[in-house]
């Protein structure tokens, strides 16, 4: 199947930035008014198969429409991918504002998740990203994808109480408990869509801390269901409208009225199997990689060195997911360092582990807060067509993606790491970067990386010869 000159049209109007690369194609094309992909593509995309081989060696413009293509999307969205963040629309989002900064967008193939094939954008300037990701899906593809599971998206508000009378806080909780009914009524009317749509205020506990260094307090845990949405707002709104009856029900004083990122009410989790021969490499019997992907898990799971640098490779998969979305990745972050530290010390947040037939199995398990509608969601314009692509039903979806992203990434880390190094690969891609720092442009970018790495000399100095002297060797 070919794109034809109407939709070529449509993305030359409404897509600037693409406009140049269109023209390219068009006139690379046999056929003036057609251009035609690469026919692997065309298969995948009318199979709907996120599994799309030599993806990464299409020209740009190819890659962009064919994901337009596979997602479905107008040519007004898919416009929407490329610097849409303008200075005027971001003077909305934040304070201050001089510019926007953009970051690299790429999609993750390979992925099927719960039976369904998803192309995943991912938003992150590291390279390597996503390479990994793609390629932790196709190990994990062999063993049929990630089957990923979500609670409902019940975030955890904080309403701190100090000076409690006579400083007993067993008795206060117990007043509050027993007021249980009425503070959930109040917060639950805060907001009127919530609670249309299933969400709101859940239920009510109380935590004596007896001992901290200004002295006893209580803390109230408010369960609030945000549905579709982050919640931020909803949940600190309802904290901030209980506190008067807090104080009048408990006796005490009442601080911090905030929720918390540590939402262990919100979680989401992905496993997958591999089976061991997806792993075979160089030689080396997938069952043996299996074995050593385990063992360097384990040192992980007690080793808090290791572990934030483990939990890193993760979060390289989740953040850029979470960022693309328009969601907060400052909150993802900060409720998996948490989670990751729940028993008091610091550990991986993934498993692994052999089954008996040497296969390899993994999961991830996150308190992830992501929302599809609201917030950053809504205000950045690159977000909606994100979340066309992922083709995601809601939150919870979303954070089912995620979390499976985040664990192709840790499995192909550790593949790497285990085998050749993560050196080998990172290497390749940050020629490129050198390259460009060294002004290569176009095909020159490739054909410096190439030069540099098989040299062993991937620095800027000798990026900087090269390309001077064309983008070819010259000693
Ligand atoms: C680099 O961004 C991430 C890794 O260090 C993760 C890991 O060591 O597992 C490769």
């Known amino acids: ?35 035609g992909l690469d026919p692997t593509l065309e298969r995948a995309i009318d199979a709907r198969s996120s599994r799309l081989p030599g993806f990464y060696r299409r020209a740009r413009a190819e890659r962009s429409l064919a994901v337009a293509r596979w997602a479905g999307l107008s040519a007004d969205e898919a416009a929407l991918l490329d610097g849409a963040l ?23 193939t390979n992925f099927r998740i719960n039976g ?60 509050l408990v027993a007021a249980r009914d009425g503070i959930l009524a109040v917060a639950h009317a805060q907001s009127t869509s919530l609670p249309r749509l299933g969400g709101g205020a859940k239920d009510l506990t109380v935590r004596q801390l007896p001992d901290t260094p200004v002295g006893p307090m209580l803390v ?50 992905a496993e997958c199997r591999v089976p061991a021969d997806a792993l075979a490499r160089d030689g080396a019997d997938g069952r043996v990689v299996a074995r050593r992907i385990v063992e360097a898990n384990a040192l992980a799971v007690v080793d808090p060195w290791r572990a934030a640098t483990h939990n890193k490779g993760v979060m390289n998969g989740v953040d850029p ?17 948490a989670y ?3 028993d008091g010390q610091y550990r991986a947040l993934t498993t692994w582990r052999q089954d008996e037939h040497g296969d390899l199995l993994g999961t991830l398990e996150l308190p992830l807060a992501v929302g599809t509608v609201g917030g950053g969601t809504q205000a950045h314009p690159a977000a909606a067509t994100v979340l066309r692509i992922l083709g995601v039903s809601g939150a919870r979806e979303l954070a089912e993606v995620a979390v499976s992203v985040g664990l192709a990434q840790n499995l192909s880390a550790l593949r790497a790491l285990v085998c050749e190094g993560i050196q080998d690969g990172h290497m390749t891609l940050h020629a490129r970067q050198v390259a460009l720092a060294a002004g290569a442009t176009g095909d020159a970018v490739a054909r410096v990386a190439e030069q540099i790495v098989a040299e062993g000399r991937i620095r800027v100095e000798r990026a900087r010869e090269l390309v001077a002297g064309g983008g070819r060797a010259s000693g």
Not at 86 to 108: D, H, K, Q, Y
Not at 233 to 253: D, K, Q, Y
Not at 321 to 337: F, L, P, Q
Request: proline share 4%; aromatic share 4%.
């Open 321 to 337: 997911v979470v960022i693309a979305t328009g969601n907060d990745w400052r909150a993802g972050e900060a409720g998996a360092h």
């Open 116 to 175: 369904r094939d998803v192309l995943v954008p991912m938003a992150v300037e590291e390279p390597s990203v996503v390479a990994a990701a793609s390629f932790g899906a196709l190990l994990a593809r062999a063993g049929g994808g990630f089957t990923a599971t979500s609670s409902e998206p019940v975030m955890i508000g904080q309403v701190q109480v100090l000076d409690l009378p006579d400083g007993d806080l067993a008795a206060a909780a117990g007043r």
């Open 86 to 108: 303008t200075s005027a629309r971001a003077e909305g989002m934040i304070e201050n504002v001089v510019g926007t900064f953009g970051l690299p967008l790429g999609i993750a």
């Open 1 to 35: 199947m070919a794109v034809h000159a109407k939709s070529l049209t449509n993305i030359r109007s409404a897509w600037p930035a693409r406009r140049r690369e269109a023209e390219a194609l068009e006139s690379a094309s046999p056929m003036a008014e057609r251009i």
């Open 340 to 342: 990751a530290a729940r």
């Open 220 to 269: 109230v845990h408010l369960h609030y269901d945000t549905r579709d949405a982050m919640g931020a707002n909803a949940v600190n709104t309802a904290c901030e409208a209980i506190a008067p009856l807090v104080e009048a029900v408990s006796g005490g004083r009442v601080l911090l009225r905030i929720l918390s990122n540590l939402s262990t009410e919100r979680t989401a989790r």
